[in-house]
């Protein structure tokens, strides 16, 4: 842990405007006689690495006081009982949970919050939870923040697990934070990739500075090391159903409850055809020329039995909404085969799609980036593609 | 009802590339416009206070250059704006962001309380959604997120909906709260041209904070030293080794395109 500081001695045009320059977050500035950083600054520590040797120092403080990790054991993940049932992402998490925790040796637990746990503790143990650690209360029956964070930190206090997993679904994305803060640890939403490092500490990866960047993040001085994941990032284990565990009931205390929330009403909407479901997507982005050209997409999506999706550009233009959108602001999808059309490939898209079984690329530009993940890239005009392939379906269907 | 909304000053393009050979980030443009995500919520705290009355107020955390989306937000409607700036805030994670903006909040609020704390649903430079509820358990405050409207009861207390997921719940809160608005919930009124020709016969529109004005000093809770989570590296995302590359014109590629379908029996 540290600071930058600036050797004023060898600061000169020359090695002021290399600075400036290297910058990605232009914190740096220079009047002419004073180099200066400004609250811009993200401490990539850039200017130290890569700019004129000694003009920006990175000096160590004091070392941070760090926790007893030995004390810290085993990866826990939150199971998401929303509406009575266990979403699929609590497993997907549990088989991830189960290699990280191979490494190290240590337990899987599931922590359930739930107002009728029924049979969700087996099916927990049958995906690699070790133990299910139940909190049963009709003071769970429907979804308030702090209620479940009251619970879920009495069991971080008692169970002292060194990792925790969290489904990036709504409970889990409010939830998680709530808890992390409250510990005063490290929270790192929708990791893409997780390792395991044998001395505990849990690697994970994601898109970073908004850009077309991955970083590898870790929390080397607290515990427990928290983490949210989308659904469909990682693949669940088949049930093993001769598969042993223990499954614990937690106290719960009445105080939990918090009394500044009442909850009025609580409904589920019948599913939507949703595109992190859909088998075949085709998604569009900003190669698209005008709203009025989707019809033309849509048209493509009916050919292949496709559904569609996009890119963000298109809903922040206001032609398709949310719901259609791919991307760390939208949804994580992962199905048999996915086609873009003009679309870039930022990272921040990418890490929603790039799961997919087969990713077909049109684009016009031969160094787009969407290309590097794709199984086939199509350099070339998505209007010209779309309008002979659709040519060529309509022959075909004439011929049979 | 006093109303605080949080917004954040976003890069206008998600440009930023790592180069392979030096790991040097390369960033294209230095334009910047205000989160997308926050207009929502700004929209949904000016119409509150339409229909109530009461202040509403922006606050920012980020360097000089920031004061631009707090003007923008007073174009569109705010009475006033926050911006906390202070070097020792570089390098902040989530934990160390949303400490610094609930010790600011905490300081503003010892002159005058907060009712209601908006917040969008999310930053897309960021993009972790995290901060409106880690900055609602450092106020000690009930929170939901994904918003989709909120009102007064005739008590007094705050009703909000939210969307999460499948589930669309109504929930009453007491006040002061913590909202994260969804997207897409309302159209965001437009910059008014006439509150900008008028913002310039005054100048005190924004207030700046520094660690200086927070109760808590202890520099080591703040930025990078405040940060529990450390990059460890960065670097470009991972390339698929050999894929098949399809050249021609249009009207051959949507052939092939059409031929490599059927091979793969998708059609």
Request: glycine letters at 6%; one cysteine or more.
């Given at each position: 842990?540290?600071?930058?500081?600036?050797?004023?001695?060898?600061?000169?045009?020359?090695?002021?405007?290399?600075?400036?320059?290297?910058?990605?977050?232009?914190?740096?500035?220079?009047?002419?006689?004073?180099?200066?950083?400004?609250?811009?600054?993200?401490?990539?520590?850039?200017?130290?690495?890569?700019?004129?040797?000694?003009?920006?120092?990175?000096?160590?403080?004091?070392?941070?006081?760090?926790?007893?990790?030995?004390?810290?054991?085993?990866?826990?993940?939150?199971?998401?009982?929303?509406?009575?049932?266990?979403?699929?992402?609590?497993?997907?998490?549990?088989?991830?949970?189960?290699?990280?925790?191979?490494?190290?040796?240590?337990?899987?637990?599931?922590?359930?919050?739930?107002?009728?746990?029924?049979?969700?503790?087996?099916?927990?143990?049958?995906?690699?939870?070790?133990?299910?650690?139940?909190?049963?209360?009709?003071?769970?029956?429907?979804?308030?923040?702090?209620?479940?964070?009251?619970?879920f930190e009495d069991f971080i206090q008692k169970i002292k697990p060194s990792a925790v997993l969290v489904g990036a679904l709504s409970r889990g994305r409010s939830l998680a934070p709530r808890v992390a803060s409250r510990l005063r640890t490290g929270l790192t939403a929708d990791c893409t990739m997780l390792e395991m490092k044998e001395n505990t500490d849990l690697v994970q990866i994601r898109p970073a500075f908004g850009g077309n960047i991955m970083a590898r993040i870790i929390?080397?001085?607290?515990?427990?090391?928290?983490?949210?994941?989308?659904?469909?990032?990682?693949?669940?284990?088949?049930?093993?159903?001769?598969?042993?565990?223990?499954?614990?009931?937690?106290?719960?205390?009445d105080s939990w409850q918090d009394t500044r929330v009442t909850i009025e009403s609580a409904?589920?909407?019948?599913?939507?055809?949703?595109?992190?479901?859909?088998?075949?997507?085709?998604?569009?982005?900003?190669?698209?020329?005008?709203?009025?050209?989707?019809?033309?997409?849509?048209?493509?999506?009916?050919?292949?039995g496709a559904q569609l999706a996009c890119s963000r550009p298109l809903v922040e233009a206001g032609w398709l909404d949310a719901s259609h959108q791919i991307g760390l602001s939208g949804k994580t999808v992962r199905p048999s085969l996915i086609i873009t059309l003009g679309i870039s490939g930022a990272v921040q898209f990418a890490a929603?799609?790039?799961?997919?079984?087969?990713?077909?690329?049109?684009?016009?530009?031969?160094?787009?980036?969407?290309?590097?993940?794709?199984?086939?890239?199509?350099?070339?005009?998505?209007?010209?593609?779309?309008?002979?392939?659709?040519?060529?379906?309509?022959?075909?269907?004439?011929?049979? | 009802m006093n109303i605080l909304v949080c917004i954040k000053q976003v890069p206008s393009s998600s440009n930023v590339k790592v180069d392979p050979e030096t790991g040097v980030l390369i960033r294209d443009g230095a334009q910047s416009k205000m989160n997308p995500y926050d207009l929502y919520a700004l929209e949904m705290g000016l119409s509150l206070r339409e229909r109530y009355g009461?202040?509403?107020?922006?606050?920012?955390?980020?360097?000089?250059?920031?004061?631009?989306?707090?003007?923008?937000?007073?174009?569109?409607?705010?009475?006033?704006?926050?911006?906390?700036?202070?070097?020792?805030?570089?390098?902040?994670?989530v934990l160390?962001?949303?400490?610094?903006?609930?010790?600011?909040?905490?300081?503003?609020?010892?002159q005058a309380p907060f009712d209601l704390i908006l917040c969008g649903k999310q930053t897309t430079d960021g993009d972790t959604a995290q901060v409106g509820a880690e900055l609602a358990e450092f106020l000690h405050l009930p929170h939901y997120a994904n918003v989709q409207?909120?009102?007064?009861?005739?008590?007094?207390?705050l009703r909000c909906t939210c969307l999460l997921g499948r589930e669309l719940l109504t929930a009453r809160l007491t006040l002061p709260a913590l909202l994260c608005a969804d997207g897409e919930i309302n159209t965001p009124r437009l910059p008014s041209y006439r509150r900008r020709q008028a913002a310039r016969k005054r100048e005190d529109w924004i207030t700046v904070l520094s660690l200086n004005d927070f109760?808590?000093?202890?520099?080591?809770?703040?930025?990078?030293?405040?940060?529990?989570?450390?990059?460890?590296?960065?670097?470009?995302?991972?390339?698929?080794?050999?894929?098949?590359?399809?050249?021609?014109?249009?009207?051959?590629?949507?052939?092939?395109?059409?031929?490599?379908?059927?091979?793969?029996?998708?059609?």
């Open positions: 842990m540290g600071k930058l500081v600036i050797d004023a001695s060898k600061v000169n045009a020359q090695t002021a405007a290399q600075l400036v320059a290297l910058c990605p977050f232009s914190a740096i500035t220079y009047n002419g006689e004073t180099l200066d950083i400004s609250a811009a600054c993200k401490m990539c520590r850039l200017c130290v690495r890569k700019g004129p040797a000694g003009v920006v120092q990175y000096i160590e403080d004091t070392q941070a006081p760090t926790v007893d990790k030995s004390k810290w054991q085993g990866v826990a993940v939150l199971a998401d009982a929303t509406g009575g049932t266990l979403h699929p992402v609590s497993f997907e998490l549990l088989g991830k949970a189960k290699e990280l925790a191979a490494v190290t040796g240590q337990p899987v637990m599931a922590l359930l919050l739930c107002d009728q746990a029924a049979d969700m503790p087996q099916k927990l143990i049958e995906r690699g939870a070790d133990t299910v650690y139940i909190y049963e209360h009709p003071m769970f029956r429907d979804f308030c923040v702090t209620t479940y964070a009251n619970a929390t080397p001085r607290t515990r427990p090391q928290f983490c949210t994941v989308r659904y469909k990032v990682f693949s669940a284990v088949a049930p093993n159903h001769d598969a042993a565990g223990t499954v614990l009931r937690m106290p719960v205390s409904e589920m909407k019948p599913p939507e055809k949703d595109i992190s479901e859909a088998d075949i997507l085709v998604a569009v982005g900003r190669g698209l020329k005008s709203a009025a050209d989707l019809a033309k997409v849509q048209a493509f999506c009916s050919a292949i929603g799609m790039k799961s997919a079984d087969c990713i077909i690329a049109v684009n016009s530009d031969p160094a787009a980036p969407i290309f590097d993940i794709a199984h086939y890239a199509v350099v070339g005009d998505l209007y010209e593609v779309m309008e002979s392939f659709l040519k060529k379906a309509e022959e075909h269907s004439h011929e049979t | 009461g202040s509403l107020q922006v606050i920012t955390m980020g360097p000089d250059s920031a004061k631009a989306v707090l003007m923008e937000a007073i174009y569109m409607g705010a009475d006033h704006g926050y911006l906390i700036s202070d070097r020792r805030f570089a390098g902040a994670d160390a962001t949303s400490y610094t903006i609930a010790s600011a909040i905490a300081a503003i609020a010892t409207s909120a009102e007064l009861t005739k008590e007094g207390a109760a808590d000093q202890d520099s080591t809770h703040y930025g990078l030293n405040g940060s529990p989570t450390q990059v460890e590296k960065i670097f470009p995302p991972e390339k698929k080794a050999g894929h098949v590359r399809l050249t021609g014109s249009g009207q051959e590629l949507g052939e092939q395109l059409y031929t490599l379908l059927q091979e793969k029996k998708f059609i």
